[in-house]
Nanobody, 119 residues
Framework: QVQLVESGGGLVQAGGSLRLFCAASGRTFSGYTMGWFRQAPGKGREFVAGIRWSRGSTYYADSVKGRFTISRDNAKSAVYLQMNSLKPEDTAVYYC????????????WGQGTQVTVSS
């Protein structure tokens, strides 16, 4: 498995921006689909954004489409989530996750980073 560590969370006003960073270590980064998930207080974990290894194609939850951008730097084994036009409902703990090539689920998870958006 790959080990993941997130950073970049914090407190921001509505309409502001934050950039989350996920550093991967351990097994080779190549071949992994990377994703960001979030969990708000009292709610289940939900998918936010994903980026595939092949061609770097991206996909997003409808709630963040047009506001969030996921990217990766394979040379640095890093994944980013640029979050713009933040809303109070984006408040959550954000998790980075990795899914190995051919695997059905995301099997590696970071510890999470808190994002709080004030109104």
């Amino acid at each position: 498995q790959v080990q993941l560590v997130e950073s970049g969370g914090g407190l921001v006003q509505a309409g502001g921006s934050l950039r989350l960073f996920c550093a991967a270590s351990g097994r080779t980064f190549s071949g992994y689909t990377m994703g960001w998930f979030r969990q708000a207080p009292g709610k289940g974990r939900e998918f936010v954004a994903g980026i595939r290894w092949s061609r770097g194609s991206t996909y997003y939850a409808d709630s963040v489409k047009g506001r969030f951008t996921i990217s990766r730097d394979n040379a640095k084994s890093a994944v980013y989530l640029q979050m713009n036009s933040l809303k109070p409902e984006d408040t959550a703990v954000y998790y980075c996750a990795a899914r190995a090539d051919g695997a059905a689920d995301f099997g590696s998870w970071g510890q999470g980073t808190q994002v709080t958006v004030s109104s």
